[in-house]
């Protein structure tokens, strides 16, 4: 069973950066959409960006512009690489990998916490 793993998240003042990494144990060749979700306390899991296997990219709104996803060329790490940041961006941060886009299933992995805060 393959496995998700991010890595990348902590504490940064706003306006700072940060990458999100989402490494897989395995191939995720057959994975054709990658995603990065968000959730903040008290709030539901909500899609922040997404890239499919043919380079394509969605962003929420209210990212567009600041950040960007990535997926390596061998395609078994996607990134998330996030500037400007501000403190309502404060939240555990997810990926996902699925075969097809709105499949309810995938891969998860299990989170990194991503702080905005001066």
């Known amino acids: 069973q393959v496995q998700l793993v991010e890595s990348g998240g902590g504490l940064v003042q706003p306006g700072g950066s940060l990458r999100l990494s989402c490494a897989a144990s395995g191939s995720i060749s057959s994975m054709h959409v990658s995603e990065w979700y968000r959730q903040a306390p008290g709030k539901q899991r909500d899609l922040v960006a997404r890239?499919?296997?043919?380079?394509?990219?969605n962003y929420a709104d209210s990212v567009k512009g600041r950040f960007t996803i990535s997926r390596d060329h061998a395609g078994n790490t996607v990134y998330l690489q996030m500037n400007s940041l501000k403190p309502e961006d404060t939240a555990v941060y997810y990926c996902?990998?699925?075969?097809?886009?709105?499949?309810?299933?995938?891969?998860w992995g299990q989170g990194t916490q991503v702080t905005v805060s001066s």
């Open positions: 890239i499919t296997s043919g380079g394509t990219t």
């Open positions: 996902n990998v699925k075969r097809v886009i709105g499949d309810p299933g995938g891969i």
